[in-house]
C-alpha cells in the first residue's frame, strides 16, 4: 500500500488512514453488537427449551416420555404458550419418537454433542427444516438406557429481530462511515496545519535572505523538534551566506586598486611606446582592465545589494533623458551591427540616477548581443502613479520559456542568451529592488524579448538603500 499510495499527498494518506481506520472500527463494533444481540435471543430461547424438556421429563417421569411425545403431539407443558416439537433419542442418536413436525428428522443431537449430552450438559444448535429455522436444545431423561430428549421451536421471530437490527444498524454504519470519512480530513488537516504554516514561511525566505525564521511550537512534539532544526539549518546557512558575502565584498575591494594601478601604468606605457604592435597589445590590454573593472564593480554593487547598503543619494531622475543618453552612447555600436537603436516616452522618478542608468546600460548591451543584423532594439518611458516604467524590447531568438523566471538570477544564463558572468540581469533586478519596484521578462509574439522595469522610489526593504557604485 506504501508504494501506491507514495505518490499521493501526505494529507490525503492521512485522511484516507484514519477513515479506514474507523471504518474498520465500527464495521467490527458493529459485528460484534449483532453476535452479542443474537446470542442473547438465543441463550434465553435456549433457556426455555431446556425448562420445558425438563418439565416434560420432571411430570411424565422417565418412563412416560415416550407416550407424551407420541400421544400428546404439541400440547404445552405448565405456562409454556409456544408450540414446541420433541424428539426422543436413543444413547447413540437415533430417534426413537418424534412429534409430527420432526416426522422424518434425522436426530438433532450427533456427533461430539452426544457425549456432552451423556455427561450431563445440555447442547443447542440450530436447524432449518422445510424453510423454517428452529432452536433446538437437548437434555439427558436420566433413565438406564441413556434416552435423550430434544426440544424444538421456530426461531422466525428472533430472526426478524436480527434482521430489524441490520435494517437500523446499517444505515447507522454508513453514516457513521460518511462521518468517519469527514473526521479524517479534518484530522488530516488539523495535524498538517503547522506543516502547513512551515510551508508558507518557507516560501517567504528568499535565496539570499535567511534572516527569517520558521515558527516553532510551545510543545516538545515531533512538529516542534522539526522546526527547531530546521531554524538551526537556516541559521547556519545565514552565517555561511554572510561570510561569503564578506569575503565577495573584501575581495572586490582589494581588486580595485590593483587594477587601477595597472590601467595607469598600461597607459603611461602606451604614451611612450610610439610602435604600432606593442601599442595595440597595451590597447588590449586596457579593453581587458576594462572589462575586469566592470565585472569587480558588479560584483561589488549585488554585495552592497545583498547588505541592503543606503544609496549615496536620491534625487529626481528624468528616465527618459537616461535613455537617449544611453541611446547616443550605443548608436556606434548599434550601426556597426545595422540594428536599430531608438528611445520613446517620459518618465520620471526619486532614486539614484548613476544606478538607474546603470540597469538602463545592461539592458540595452542585453539587447544589442542578442539582437540579429538588420534588427530593431527599442526603449521605451512610461509614467505610471506609482512612479516610472521601463521597457527595452529586442528582436533576437527570445529565451525559452523555462528559463523567464531565473533569467535574473545571478550567475544565470537562459539559454542561448548568454552573457559574460551572468551578471548583467540580476544588476538590473538588484537596482529594481532598491527602488521598491520589479522586473519582469516575456517573449514577444513575434520574436524576440521584452523586459519591463518599474522603479516606485528608492525606497527598498526595511527603508534601506542600495548604494551606488
Known amino acids: 500500500m506504501t508504494g501506491r499510495s507514495g505518490g499521493l499527498p501526505v494529507g490525503v494518506r492521512i485522511a484516507a488512514l484514519t477513515s479506514v481506520v474507523l471504518l474498520a472500527l465500527l464495521g467490527v463494533a458493529g459485528m460484534l453488537a449483532y453476535q452479542r444481540f443474537g446470542l442473547a ?29 407420541l400421544n400428546e403431539v404439541g ?79 421456530s426461531i422466525e421471530d428472533v430472526s426478524r429481530a436480527e434482521n430489524a437490527l441490520l435494517e437500523v444498524s446499517i444505515p447507522l454504519i454508513v453514516v457513521a462511515g460518511v462521518a468517519a470519512i469527514f473526521g479524517g480530513v479534518i484530522i488530516a488537516r488539523l495535524s498538517l496545519a503547522p506543516l502547513r504554516e512551515f510551508v508558507s514561511q518557507a516560501d517567504a525566505i528568499g535565496s539570499l535572505d535567511l534572516s527569517q525564521r520558521l515558527p516553532t511550537s510551545r510543545w516538545a512534539d515531533e512538529v516542534g523538534r522539526l522546526g ?8 547556519r546557512l545565514d552565517t555561511a551566506l554572510r561570510r561569503e558575502r564578506q569575503l565577495t565584498a573584501e575581495v572586490g575591494h582589494e581588486l580595485r586598486t590593483p587594477l587601477a594601478i595597472i590601467r595607469a601604468e598600461a597607459e603611461l ?64 555600436l548599434a550601426a556597426g551591427q545595422d540594428v536599430s537603436l ?40 512610461g509614467q505610471q502613479e506609482a512612479g516610472a516604467v521601463l521597457t527595452v524590447r529586442d528582436s533576437g531568438p527570445g529565451a525559452p520559456d523555462s528559463a523567464l523566471e531565473t533569467m535574473f538570477d545571478r550567475y544565470t544564463r537562459a539559454g542561448p542568451r548568454t552573457g559574460a558572468a551572468g551578471l548583467g540581469l540580476s544588476i538590473v533586478a538588484a537596482v529594481a529592488r532598491s527602488h521598491d ?21 528608492a525606497t527598498g526593504e526595511g527603508g534601506d538603500h542600495l548604494e551606488r557604485q
Do not use: C, W
Not at 431446556?50 to 417421569?61: F, L, N, P, S, Y
Not at 527547531?228 to 541559521?235: D, E, I, R, V, Y
Open 41 to 69: 435471543l438465543r441463550n434465553e430461547f435456549d433457556g426455555r427449551l431446556v425448562q420445558r424438556a425438563r418439565t416434560a421429563i420432571r411430570v411424565q417421569g422417565t418412563a412416560g416420555v415416550r407416550g407424551v411425545i
Open 75 to 153: 400440547k404445552p407443558y405448565g405456562s409454556e404458550s409456544a408450540e414446541v416439537e420433541m424428539q426422543l433419542l436413543s444413547a447413540n442418536g437415533a430417534v426413537v419418537a418424534a412429534t409430527a413436525g420432526l416426522s422424518g428428522v434425522e436426530g438433532l443431537v450427533k456427533g461430539g454433542s452426544l457425549v456432552r449430552v451423556a455427561s450431563g450438559v445440555p447442547v443447542h444448535g440450530d436447524i432449518t427444516i422445510d424453510g423454517t429455522k428452529y432452536r433446538f436444545a437437548g437434555v439427558p431423561v436420566g433413565d438406564d438406557d441413556g434416552h435423550i430428549l430434544a426440544t424444538a421451536a
Open 228 to 235: 527547531a532544526t530546521l531554524n538551526s539549518m537556516l541559521q
Open 269 to 332: 606605457l602606451q604614451e611612450l611606446i610610439a610602435d604600432e604592435g606593442p601599442s595595440a597589445s597595451l590597447k588590449s590590454i586596457l579593453e581587458e582592465v576594462d572589462r575586469t573593472t566592470r565585472a569587480v564593480d558588479d560584483i561589488l554593487l549585488l554585495a552592497r545589494a545583498d547588505a541592503s547598503a543606503g544609496l549615496d543619494r536620491s534625487e529626481f531622475v528624468d528616465i527618459g533623458d537616461l535613455a537617449r543618453t544611453v541611446v547616443e552612447r550605443f548608436s556606434a
Open 342 to 381: 531608438t528611445s520613446s516616452g517620459e518618465g520620471q522618478v526619486m532614486g539614484d540616477p548613476r544606478l538607474i542608468e546603470r540597469a538602463l546600460t545592461n539592458l540595452v548591451d542585453n539587447a544589442l548581443r542578442h539582437s540579429p543584423n538588420g534588427g530593431t532594439v527599442e526603449i521605451e518611458v
Open 437 to 457: 519596484g520589479s522586473v519582469q521578462a516575456r517573449n514577444r509574439p513575434k520574436g524576440g524579448l521584452e523586459i519591463t522595469v518599474e522603479f516606485h522610489g
